[in-house]
């Protein structure tokens, strides 16, 4: 019963800036940990930003200062702010989330994936 629905991937061009929203709904309880995840052709899925419920963030090298995770625990929504984009930063992203179900319940759940495209 609980989705993950990704919004705002796209093309843009190397130095361009694009804004990753993510949405949890459903039978939601709790949800800890939040993060972003991504996979370009090819390669294995890689962790790019993590944060926990009361704000703690980690990046991966390659994205630290120049992404940002945030989260709005009251919309159950996650965001990933992505600027001076790469070429490499090209992959499919996929959103994550740790959700509470019930009061002793909980599951890993994955977003659908959204493209992101930095080419000029």
């Known amino acids: 019963q609980v989705q993950l629905v990704e919004s705002g991937g796209g093309l843009v061009q190397p130095g361009g800036s694009l804004r990753l929203s993510c949405a949890a709904s459903?039978?939601?309880?709790?949800?800890?940990?939040m993060g972003w995840y991504r996979q370009a052709p090819g390669k294995q899925r890689e962790l790019v930003a993590r944060?926990?419920?009361?704000?703690?963030?980690n990046y991966a090298d390659s994205v630290k200062g120049r992404f940002t995770v945030s989260r709005d625990n009251a919309k159950n929504t996650v965001y990933l702010q992505m600027n001076s984009l790469k070429p490499e930063d090209t992959a499919v992203y996929y959103c994550?989330?740790?959700?509470?179900?019930?009061?002793?319940?909980?599951?890993?759940?994955w977003g659908q994936g959204t493209q992101v495209t930095v080419s000029s």
């Open positions: 994550n989330a740790d959700i509470y179900t019930s009061w002793s319940r909980w599951n890993h759940y």
């Open positions: 459903g039978t939601i309880f709790s949800i800890n940990d």
């Open positions: 944060i926990t419920r009361d704000g703690s963030t």
